[in-house]
């Protein structure tokens, strides 16, 4: 793993909702829309909080929310130029932010030019071993998609040109001044593909990160198989809000020893832009201080998902449009906040302070003190044994007196 990712807590934003741009891709023919420059009043209020790393998401060229990719090479026009990712690029460099990109390889749009092509030629495109097609007698053919999402058309990752494809998008992008990829749906692409595609790049680029969404299985497949460095921690995720809505801590314990074991540290996160806000998520937003306790004094690369500082509420629901709650967009400036959310801002400064205080955090393994369904302490280790935190998560109290939390040094 390249050094600099042991210091790195990354602030995540989904650029075209973050910006209010439109649903649907501009017309041919319309003048780009810089928005990426609204991101420049945000930057210093990301490392007033602590973070130093903007993890955005997709930010090409794309036929609606990102992810339905059109051309890779090219930033959407919707929130700009090359230009004006350009001068992002440089804003964040010059306060020692790091940059990491969406790398959506798993799927493309279906305006994707290489399956237009196959769309217009069949079988007698150049590009149709680019797809899983099955072809009929007629002449059509069907194709394979992304979890029955017919706009989104899968990839076939046995040829060898969507390899090299995706290998040099991830070179282009580094070489223009990213600093890492988040690799979206890792989990759906064969290892091997990510072990060449990966391995490729970074021997041009060694310096680079590179953090592939997993959702379950064995996440050490996708690390060590996969050369990938990190993986998306959506199992302590999941153990941290639902132990603390069932008062259960027996199962976040399970998922720390679990955690504490992988060979890597992963992109640890309690929100994102693909599922229910922790304010909203958490039956008791009480609890919501513990959440955040867990989250930054165990191993890992840490991610805040930009608005969760502020407690942004918003459920994700299962229907067109369904991400719109938790993709909102954001005001000018930090200055056009509403004053509620400012104490929990404050609480993540807190925590971050301390994490910087110990860096040694980002390796830690996990070693259970004390454990009952409400009441669970914990002591997190540095690799080499030499520093302790002791952390006590409460979660019995009631009415005013609501579940509390300590870290601590051992005596």
């Given at each position: 793993m390249?050094?600099?990712?042991?210091?790195v807590?990354?602030w995540?934003?989904?650029?075209?909702?973050?910006?209010?741009a439109?649903?649907?891709?501009?017309?041919?023919?319309?003048?780009p829309?810089p928005?990426?420059?609204r991101?420049?009043?945000?930057l210093d209020?990301?490392?007033?909080?602590?973070c130093?790393?903007?993890?955005?998401?997709?930010?090409?060229a794309?036929?609606?929310h990102?992810?339905?990719?059109?051309?890779?090479?090219?930033?959407?026009?919707?929130l700009?130029?090359?230009?004006?990712?350009?001068?992002?690029?440089?804003e964040?460099?010059?306060?020692?932010?790091?940059?990491?990109?969406?790398?959506?390889?798993?799927h493309?749009?279906?305006d994707?030019?290489?399956?237009q092509?196959?769309?217009?030629?069949?079988?007698?495109?150049?590009y149709a071993s680019w797809?899983?097609?099955?072809?009929?007698d007629?002449?059509g053919?069907?194709?394979?998609?992304?979890?029955?999402?017919?706009?989104?058309v899968?990839l076939n990752?046995?040829?060898?040109?969507?390899?090299?494809?995706?290998?040099?998008?991830?070179r282009?992008?580094?070489?223009?001044?990213?600093?890492?990829w988040?690799?979206?749906?890792a989990?759906?692409?064969?290892?091997?593909?990510?072990?060449?595609?990966?391995?490729?790049?970074r021997?041009?680029?060694?310096?680079?990160?590179?953090?592939?969404?997993?959702?379950?299985?064995?996440?050490?497949?996708?690390?060590?198989?996969?050369?990938?460095?990190?993986?998306?921690?959506?199992?302590?995720?999941?153990a941290?809000w639902?132990?603390?809505n069932?008062?259960?801590?027996?199962?976040?314990a399970?998922?720390?020893?679990?955690?504490?074991?992988?060979s890597?540290p992963?992109?640890?996160?309690?929100?994102?832009?693909?599922?229910?806000?922790?304010a909203?998520v958490?039956?008791d937003?009480?609890q919501?201080?513990l959440?955040?306790?867990?989250?930054f004094?165990?191993?890992g690369?840490?991610?805040?998902?930009?608005?969760?500082?502020?407690?942004?509420r918003?459920?994700?629901?299962?229907?067109?449009?369904?991400?719109?709650?938790?993709?909102?967009?954001?005001?000018?400036?930090?200055?056009?906040?509403?004053?509620?959310?400012w104490?929990?801002?404050?609480?993540?400064?807190?925590l971050?302070?301390?994490r910087?205080?110990?860096?040694?955090?980002?390796?830690a393994?996990?070693?259970?003190?004390?454990l009952?369904?409400e009441r669970?302490?914990?002591?997190?280790?540095?690799a080499?044994?030499?520093?302790?935190?002791?952390?006590?998560?409460?979660?019995t109290?009631?009415?005013?007196?609501?579940?509390?939390?300590?870290?601590?040094?051992?005596?």
């Amino acid at each position: 793993m390249t050094d600099w990712v042991q210091h790195v807590i990354w602030w995540h934003a989904h650029p075209l909702t973050f910006t209010g741009a439109e649903r649907d891709a501009l017309p041919p023919g319309t003048a780009p829309v810089p928005r990426l420059r609204r991101f420049e009043p945000w930057l210093d209020y990301l490392v007033e909080l602590g973070c130093n790393g903007l993890a955005l998401g997709p930010v090409f060229a794309s036929a609606t929310h990102g992810y339905d990719t059109i051309d890779h090479y090219r930033v959407d026009p919707r929130l700009g130029t090359e230009e004006d990712l350009r001068r992002l690029f440089d804003e964040c460099h010059r306060r020692g932010i790091r940059v990491l990109l969406d790398g959506v390889f798993n799927h493309v749009g279906r305006d994707f030019p290489q399956f237009q092509d196959v769309l217009a030629h069949g079988r007698d495109s150049a590009y149709a071993s680019w797809f899983k097609l099955t072809f009929h007698d007629d002449g059509g053919f069907d194709y394979a998609d992304f979890e029955g999402h017919r706009h989104l058309v899968a990839l076939n990752h046995d040829e060898p040109a969507v390899a090299d494809y995706v290998t040099d998008v991830m070179r282009h992008w580094l070489a223009f001044g990213a600093d890492g990829w988040r690799l979206d749906a890792a989990y759906a692409v064969p290892v091997p593909f990510w072990r060449d595609t990966v391995s490729r790049t970074r021997a041009a680029h060694p310096g680079a990160w590179f953090a592939g969404e997993v959702i379950h299985g064995d996440y050490e497949s996708w690390l060590h198989d996969g050369a990938l460095d990190a993986v998306t921690q959506y199992e302590l995720w999941k153990a941290i809000w639902s132990s603390l809505n069932d008062r259960n801590f027996y199962e976040l314990a399970w998922a720390l020893d679990r955690h504490a074991k992988l060979s890597e540290p992963p992109l640890t996160f309690v929100g994102n832009h693909d599922v229910t806000r922790l304010a909203s998520v958490l039956t008791d937003v009480r609890q919501l201080p513990l959440a955040l306790v867990v989250l930054f004094t165990v191993g890992g690369v840490p991610s805040v998902y930009a608005g969760d500082e502020q407690a942004f509420r918003g459920v994700k629901r299962d229907r067109e449009f369904g991400d719109d709650e938790v993709r909102p967009p954001f005001p000018d400036t930090p200055a056009d906040l509403v004053p509620y959310g400012w104490p929990t801002y404050h609480l993540h400064q807190q925590l971050i302070s301390l994490r910087r205080r110990h860096p040694w955090l980002h390796r830690a393994t996990i070693v259970p003190v004390q454990l009952s369904n409400e009441r669970f302490t914990y002591e997190t280790v540095s690799a080499d044994g030499e520093h302790r935190l002791v952390v006590t998560l409460d979660a019995t109290g009631t009415g005013d007196d609501g579940p509390s939390w300590s870290i601590r040094e051992p005596d």
